[in-house]
């Protein structure tokens, strides 16, 4: 630091510049008629601290931050809290894509509840969640551990199990869809071999098609969440685990009494991002079971749902909002419940 | 099912037998480091494989291609506007990586150095935006960018991802890691607030801005939700779009040209991995941990 200092100091004309103040500094009492400054760095910590509230690195004027946070801000206006708020409204009209709606109260959310369709889709939803989220929070763990070692050619591995990580969920869904299919890898392997006398029905069944956009998630996950995983063990120190390879506790053993405490906080990230994505799911679905979702659209979930009631030109924008509402209400309670549990568990 | 051993690749000393045991206990690794490539990567390459088949063999004439030809990547750009798809994609991301970087970087130097009046309000407001799932805000979305008249354009695909939260606060932890002592000696040599910013800030965090760069671009060029909502006419498709519809065409009906397609738009971005991949894995550290 100094030797930037230094560097400035010379070029810095003595008596005008607007933030005079890098007090303490040993560069700063080198520099002769400063009396402000050679002040300041005598007086210690508090006369210090108030310095720099006072003509420290604060902006020139009140609205400088303002400047420069203009765009982000207009943009989250814009496109985050005003949206948000005018689905608040809709979810209280009647209102339709091409007109504007009166006040209903509740009207909308008593016929969600009353809705089968909703129920299936919340239903579809939260059962994505309850599969997915254990597999993401134990499969890309083991798969980190798999991978941490430096063992030759580990990078590689690495970098493969990523893949399907930068892929889009479009191409994921094609990919999927080639060897899922009645006519794809797995069921024309399984007839070959006579495992199966007709084709699964992975993409026709809504139950199956489901289970199949699950298995889809899971693989897309586990590369993304493994990285999360290796930071977090990087952080495990070693001699906790020669301590306990002394003590004759093996591999197993390890990996639940040390790895697994250590990267709690983690697996507790890793579920709440998880299950926040597992409720948001609708492009593995609408790619692998077509624009209906499913059979009767049996495979739809709350995002899908929604898409489809609020658009086009019957779309039902106040009922949509409301279904949003829900959707929202969802996310948070997975959220605050991930945040509850590892508040918990620092204490 | 296997631990990991302490980083260093040192184990602990053991007896002969123990040495044994490491031996078995690699190749085991291995193994399962083999099964989980086979899992990970073999629809990919099944998909790959689809994609370079002759026209005259069957798709399921054995693993590899007897007659492995590139012929299918052409006939799904000459029958398939692919590329102008394509096209489309890039301007969207091109909109998109200038927008995030530049106005990223300004907000997140905002809330990142001096203190002012209402920074913590701000930034306490960013962050709960993060809370608002985008498919539970969607249909409102679609009502402004209608509103504004941006429906069918890719304008409208690109505005309302143009500077996104996550990455003002990647940039604002990079911009909090910047030395105090950088800072004043600007102020010294009477650097103003933007001369600060562009000259001093910018450069000490090169990293974060690549990581911002690249995840704006990797969210344009797979999007699909949000394009599937604001356009309408095929012309203005992203890839993604196109993809799905080449997909669901009737007159297509090629498992190899969907492939082909498929895999045309997983290569760059696979490349781009090659190239980048320590910003990548900086990326989603970055952009989950810190925030």
Known sequence: ?347 | MSAPSPPGGREPRRSRPGRGRRWTGLAGRYAALLLMLVVMLGPIVWQFLTSIRGRTENVYDGMLPSQPTLDNYVRVAESFPLLQYAGNTLVVAALAVSSNTLFAAMGGYALSRAAWKGRKVVFTLLVATLMFPFESVMISMFLTVREMGLVDTLIGVWLPGAVSVLNVMIMRSAFLAVPREVEEAAVLDGANEWTRFARVFLPSAKGALAVVCLTSFMGAWDDFLWPLLVLTDSDNYTLQLGLKTLAGATTVNDQRLIAAGAMAALIPMVLLFLALQRFFFKGVGEGAVKT
């Open chain 1, 1 to 347: 630091m100094s030797a930037v200092d230094e560097a400035a100091g010379p070029k810095t004309p003595g008596s005008k510049t607007p933030g005079s103040k890098t007090p303490g500094s040993k560069a700063a009492e080198s520099e002769n008629g400063r009396a402000a400054r050679r002040e300041a760095a005598g007086r210690g910590r508090r006369a210090r601290a108030a310095m720099e509230a006072d003509t420290g690195l604060v902006h020139r004027s009140w609205w400088t931050p303002y400047l420069f946070l203009a765009p982000g801000l207009v943009m989250v206006c814009l496109f985050s809290i005003w949206p948000f708020a005018n689905t608040v409204i809709l979810s209280f009209t009647d209102a339709r894509i091409l007109r504007g709606g009166t006040f209903v109260g509740f009207a909308n959310y008593a016929r969600a509840f009353a809705d089968p369709g909703f129920w299936v889709a919340a239903g579809n939803s939260v059962l994505y969640l309850v599969v997915v989220v254990p597999c993401l929070v134990f499969l890309p763990l083991a798969l980190a551990v798999l991978v941490q070692t430096k063992i030759p050619g580990i990078g590689i591995f690495r970098s493969a199990f990523y893949t399907p990580v930068i892929a889009s969920a479009v191409v994921v869904g094609l990919i999927w869809q080639w060897v899922l299919r009645s006519d794809g890898l797995v069921n024309t392997v399984f007839l070959k071999l006579s495992i199966v006398s007709e084709p699964i029905p992975f993409l026709t069944d809504s139950t199956m098609l489901l289970v199949s956009a699950m298995i889809v998630t899971v693989w897309k996950g586990l590369g993304y969440y493994m990285v999360f995983y290796l930071a977090a063990l990087g952080n495990v120190p070693a001699s906790l685990h020669e301590a306990a390879a002394i003590d004759g506790a093996g591999t197993v053993r390890r990996f639940f009494s040390i790895t697994v405490p250590q990267v709690k906080p983690m697996m507790l990230l890793v579920g709440t991002l998880s299950a926040i994505s597992a409720l948001r799911v609708f492009t593995e679905i609408y790619i692998l079971g077509g624009e209906s979702g499913g059979p009767g659209g049996g495979a739809r979930t709350l995002p899908f749902l929604i898409r489809q009631v609020g658009l086009g030109f019957a779309g039902e924008t106040g009922y949509a909002s409301a279904l949003s509402i829900l959707l929202f209400l969802l996310t948070l309670v997975f959220s605050l419940l991930g945040r509850r549990l590892s508040k918990g568990d620092e204490t």
